[in-house]
């Protein structure tokens, strides 16, 4: 979603913002928009519909001699995307100018206050009604420039990350954040504000997550200042980036999505990282450890996550009831957060996140803390706001995942439960020590056998290449490969613009059989060695209809492979670690489609990276 950047020091800004721009443009956006301050100290602002080469070719020379500037990619809420509505977005006066991510619920109330006393707006944003809040506070009460962004915050009810920039203020910028993420990059003598750290490792390691309801001065003597909206001062806690610039970087591949897709055999392994150690026969999850016994003896534990990670949390409910027996729950964070949930104190919920700032999940985990529950974390991004609200956690170790299609902290988020759930399931001995190793061993070949799955890639190119005109698309699995299923529909329907859905295999009768015709391509997932003769009944119903049957079959399944009319063989594991491979061809079959179709592979349309509103 909407990205933020800003710059105060020594350095020329206008290429820092623009070159953090860039850095951000992999959360989502519909617009980008520049604002820096001349010599003189007027406020100069340019913004543009569209992608951030369109910006820049508005602006047509690159400023120099400016040091002090803010950018912002925006990705549509209140107001079409377009040239009025993107930001920054500027006070009344124009001395004023604000870039804003979250949703203001207030704003239209706050607006007609302000339009009674003769401001008027020129754009559907609640930005502007931020921008000149600022300004009539400031012009009222005769304040400075950071006290009259701590009383408007007073005034608003919503989320936000806001960087405010003033005419008047020359000499620093004022940032806040309430629900929506913001950090601060500390470097010599010079500042710089985002939305996540990509567009500040290439400048400093050093960096502050601001907290919620905090704001930050910084300015360009070096120095800078945070309080709460209470107005109490804060002393910050730096912290160093565990991220470098190559991470973020396409490294040779045309896609991230691609990069990342190929990256799984070595990420699946970091995360298993000094965590699994086979020769010992051991587990052990540092993050969790004091909350080990809460778990094992938990009455019952929540899952909660949005979309790809939630799919992760079906897998997840497998594992946890099928090893270690303990009852789980698994809840869009959405859904959950609205229907009255029943948390008991001795519940144990773990959230899922790659990206560690969704609205929704931050607010189910906010719910259940608030009954009482302890609330552990799974997330991939390192000091996001979801590892930092959680009781306890464990980090996926995936690296930067550029590409919305969430492909790699997928299978990483599945190894760290697949993980917990053996930990759990030796220590309360619901468990054989034979079946304990065997798993063991076999989830230490893993990262080898994707290895062999990437390399039959040249295969299901050519599978892409016969459905690419499909309109929709079916995707069938069982057991632990139905969440599968889910997420191979959800890769083709985010990247590829293809109707897809996915289904428990046994439900296609229900209902969906009823699509089956020659034109319709139903993928199943047939690796399960539990199911197979159930999985073998629901394609001879598909091709009794003459649907189009994609297998995804275990090398030396002979019977499936014959069945099908395209299969495509992956290597055999245990059944438990079997979504861990048969997801990689559903990943690269979406990434072909989608890319032999024209489309933006890593910026799908109409979507965000990171969803940090409702
Ligand atoms: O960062 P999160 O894991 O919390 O994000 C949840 C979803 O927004 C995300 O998985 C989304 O569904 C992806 N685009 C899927 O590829």
Redesign the pocket.
């Known amino acids: 979603m909407c990205g933020i950047v800003g710059y105060i020091g020594t350095k020329e800004a206008i290429p820092i913002i623009l070159n953090g721009l860039r850095r951000l443009e992999y959360r989502g956006y519909d617009s980008a928009g520049i604002a820096y301050l001349n010599g003189d100290n007027t406020l100069k602002v340019f913004k543009k519909k569209g992608k951030v080469n369109e910006l820049v070719k508005h602006l047509k020379n690159i400023p120099t001699n400016i040091h002090i500037a803010i950018g912002h990619t925006r990705w549509a809420t209140h107001g079409a995307p377009n040239d009025i509505n993107a930001h920054p977005q500027l006070s009344a006066s124009g001395k004023i100018t604000v870039i804003h991510n979250g949703i203001i619920e207030n704003y239209s109330i706050i607006k007609e206050a302000l339009i009674k006393q003769g401001y008027n707006f020129v754009s559907e944003t609640d930005t502007e009604v931020i921008a000149n809040l600022i300004e009539e506070i400031q012009s009222r009460d005769g304040v400075i420039l950071s006290e009259a962004v701590r009383l408007a915050l007073n005034e608003v009810i919503g989320a936000y990350a806001i960087v405010v920039m003033s005419s008047d203020f020359p000499d620093e910028l004022i940032a806040a954040r309430k629900s929506s993420p913001l950090v601060i990059g500390i470097g010599e003598n010079e500042f710089f504000l985002a939305s996540d750290a990509t567009p500040i490792v290439e400048h400093t390691k050093n960096v502050v997550y601001l907290n919620d309801e905090e704001i930050v001065s910084v300015k360009n003597d070096g120095t800078f200042l945070i309080k709460t909206i209470e107005n109490k001062i804060k002393t910050p806690f730096i912290e160093e980036l565990q991220m470098e610039l190559e991470m973020l970087e396409r490294g040779g591949y045309d896609y991230f999505m691609l990069k990342e897709i190929y990256e799984q055999p070595t990420t699946v392994k970091d995360s298993m990282r000094g965590r699994l150690n086979l020769e010992k026969g051991t587990i052990s999850l540092g993050g969790i450890k004091d909350y080990e016994h809460k778990l094992m003896n938990a009455p019952r534990i929540i899952l909660l996550?949005?979309?790809?990670?939630w799919h992760a949390a079906l897998i997840g409910e497998y594992l946890f009831e099928d090893l270690a027996r303990i009852p789980v729950e698994v809840d869009y964070a959405s859904e959950f957060r609205y229907r009255n949930p029943i948390i008991k104190e001795e519940d144990v919920v773990i959230a899922i996140?790659?990206?560690g700032?969704?609205l929704d999940?931050m607010a189910a985990i906010e719910l259940a803390k608030s009954k009482g529950a302890t609330v552990l974390g799974i997330c991939n991004v390192v000091g996001s706001t979801i590892s930092r609200i959680t009781d306890a956690g464990c980090y996926t170790h995936a690296g930067p995942e550029i590409g919305?299609?969430?492909t790699k902290a997928f299978t990483a988020q599945v190894t760290i439960l697949t993980l917990m759930a053996l930990l759990l399931a030796r220590k309360k001995g619901t468990i054989t020590d034979t079946h304990y190793h065997q798993i063991l061993i076999e989830l230490d070949k893993i990262p080898a056998k994707i290895e062999a799955v990437l390399k039959i890639s040249k295969q299901i190119e050519k599978i892409a290449a016969e459905f690419k005109d499909a309109r929709n698309f079916l995707y069938l699995g069982r057991a632990y490969n139905f969440p599968i299923a889910l997420e191979g529909a959800?890769k083709l329907k985010?990247i590829s613009y293809i109707h897809a859905e996915g289904y428990p295999a046994a439900e296609m009768k229900h209902g969906p059989i009823a699509l089956i015709d020659e034109e319709m391509p139903v993928v199943v997932i047939a690796t399960n060695q539990s199911a197979y003769e159930k999985i073998t009944n629901n394609i001879m119903e598909v091709k009794a209809r003459r649907g189009k049957i994609i297998a995804i079959v275990a090398e030396g399944n002979g019977k499936i492979k014959e069945l099908a009319d395209y299969a495509i063989e992956i290597p055999e594991t245990e059944e438990i670690l079997s979504p861990l491979l048969s997801i990689i061809p559903l990943q690269i079959l979406a990434y072909h489609i989608a890319l032999m179709r024209g489309c933006n592979v890593d910026q799908p349309r109409n979507?965000a990276k990171?969803?940090t509103v409702e």
């Open positions: 996550a949005c979309g790809t990670s996140s790659q990206s700032e969704t999940t919305v299609a969430s959800l985010e979507l990171s969803v």
